[in-house]
């Protein structure tokens, strides 16, 4: 009896063996048959849908699988990543994905490559690019910095950065061969943004107003126009001027000896601490917080000229 009670314990293990084994037989044949048909185009559009039904941004996406933070996912990452998300995939289509979203195949997934498999139409060498050239102009001007304690930069993403002691983020673009800043409503050129923002620049600009005393007789004409005046400070926002030199013709400190150079010095100097009416909160950029958004959609408005075209300048200094 007992002998009879073990074997049929035996062919009930070996059954539920049996059903199990064939049903994850079946699960595989599915897969198998849904890969056949596998579409990556159609798979990216899912995955897109997806991120945006969350709420999310594709950067968030990645930061998310990329847990040590050093921009590059391996393939392993991320399909175990993509897998333990709620997004419906399976590992056969993961594998197919992760090959082609590793497009230069050493095994690891940037973030680029990352954005360029979901956004096939972006140019990801160009978009590199562009990111390559503002990091390479940031760091450049920021190097500038002779604080005891350098000047903080730190590069969020490819146009988004962290100034200085503030937490904000700001966005960064080339405008013109000029890299420019998100203040407020506005754009201001790195350099003048720098001057503002960095404590031995804000120092040097003290040198420089001491000179345009000297050496320009309209100083406190123009200064008083521009109290009153926030025209002066809005036209320059709609036409970045060569001052802030991209290409460094001086450092701030020093005195600057053509006379474009120095109406651009009076330019940037008024719209700091000559303007004490345009002052916001004393924020060190409290002056582009004013603006209205009036001004703002304008300049967003503002198409972007083809590049060599002359400058523009704003009234006062003509
Ligand atoms: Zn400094």
Same mark, same amino acid.
Request: glycine share 6%; net charge positive; aromatic share 8%.
């Given at each position: 009896?007992?002998?009879?009670?073990?074997?049929?314990?035996?062919?009930?293990?070996?059954?539920?063996?049996?059903?199990?084994?064939?049903?994850?037989?079946?699960?595989?044949?599915?897969?198998?048959?849904?890969?056949?048909?596998? #579409?990556?185009?159609?798979? !990216?559009?899912?995955?897109?849908?997806?991120?945006?039904? *969350?709420?999310?941004?594709?950067?968030?996406?990645?930061?998310?699988?990329?847990?040590?933070?050093? $921009?590059?996912?391996?393939? !392993?990452?991320?399909?175990?990543?993509?897998?333990?998300?709620?997004?419906?995939?399976?590992?056969?289509?993961?594998?197919?994905?992760?090959?082609?979203?590793?497009?230069?195949?050493?095994?690891? +997934?940037?973030?680029y490559?990352?954005?360029?498999?979901?956004? %096939?139409?972006r140019d990801p060498?160009r978009r590199s690019?562009d990111a390559?050239? +503002?990091?390479?102009? &940031? @760091?450049?001007?920021?190097?500038?910095? @002779?604080?005891?304690?350098?000047?903080?930069?730190?590069? +969020?993403?490819a146009?988004?950065?962290?100034?200085?002691?503030?937490?904000?983020?700001?966005?960064?673009?080339?405008?013109?061969?000029?890299? *420019? &800043?998100?203040?407020?409503?506005?754009?201001?050129?790195? #350099?003048?943004?720098? &001057?503002?923002?960095?404590?031995?620049?804000?120092?040097? !600009?003290? @040198?420089?107003? +001491?000179?345009?005393?000297?050496?320009? %007789?309209?100083?406190?004409?123009?200064?008083?126009?521009?109290?009153? @005046?926030?025209?002066?400070? =809005?036209?320059?926002?709609?036409?970045?001027?060569?001052?802030?030199?991209?290409?460094?013709?001086?450092? =701030?400190?020093?005195?600057?000896?053509?006379?474009?150079?120095?109406?651009? &010095?009076?330019?940037?100097?008024?719209?700091?601490?000559?303007?004490?009416?345009?002052?916001?909160?004393?924020?060190?950029?409290?002056?582009?917080?004013?603006?209205?958004?009036?001004?703002?959609?304008?300049?967003?408005?503002? %198409?972007?000229?083809?590049? $060599?075209? %002359?400058?523009? !300048?704003?009234?006062?200094?003509?």
């Open positions: 009896m007992a002998q009879l009670l073990h074997r049929w314990q035996q062919l009930w293990l070996l059954a539920l063996d049996r059903q199990y084994r064939l049903e994850t037989a079946l699960q595989r044949l599915r897969e198998l048959e849904e890969f056949a048909h596998f #579409d990556f185009g159609v798979w !990216r559009k899912r995955y897109m849908q997806w991120i945006s039904q *969350m709420k999310s941004r594709v950067l968030d996406v990645f930061r998310g699988i990329d847990r040590d933070q050093d $921009g590059r996912i391996s393939q !392993r990452e991320f399909i175990e990543g993509v897998l333990a998300s709620k997004f419906p995939t399976n590992v056969l289509e993961m594998n197919a994905v992760a090959t082609i979203f590793d497009m230069n195949g050493d095994g690891f +997934i940037d973030y490559e990352f954005v360029s498999a979901l956004h %096939p139409n060498l690019a390559d050239q +503002i990091q390479d102009e &940031v @760091n450049r001007q920021v190097a500038q910095c @002779n604080c005891a304690k350098r000047f903080q930069v730190e590069q +969020i993403s146009n988004r950065y962290r100034f200085g002691e503030s937490q904000q983020l700001r966005m960064v673009r080339i405008l013109r061969s000029t890299l *420019m &800043v998100r203040v407020g409503g506005g754009w201001i050129a790195l #350099d003048e943004f720098l &001057v503002k923002n960095d404590p031995c620049r804000v120092k040097g !600009r003290t @040198n420089l107003k +001491i000179n345009e005393k000297y050496l320009s %007789p309209d100083a406190f004409g123009t200064a008083a126009r521009c109290a009153g @005046n926030q025209s002066a400070a =809005s036209s320059k926002v709609l036409s970045p001027s060569r001052s802030n030199s991209s290409l460094s013709l001086y450092s =701030s400190a020093s005195a600057p000896s053509s006379p474009l150079a120095r109406k651009s &010095v009076l330019r940037r100097t008024r719209s700091g601490d000559r303007c004490p009416r345009s002052r916001g909160s004393g924020l060190p950029d409290g002056a582009e917080l004013q603006f209205s958004a009036a001004e703002e959609s304008l300049a967003a408005a503002l %198409p972007e000229p083809p590049e $060599g075209s %002359p400058p523009e !300048r704003c009234s006062p200094c003509r």
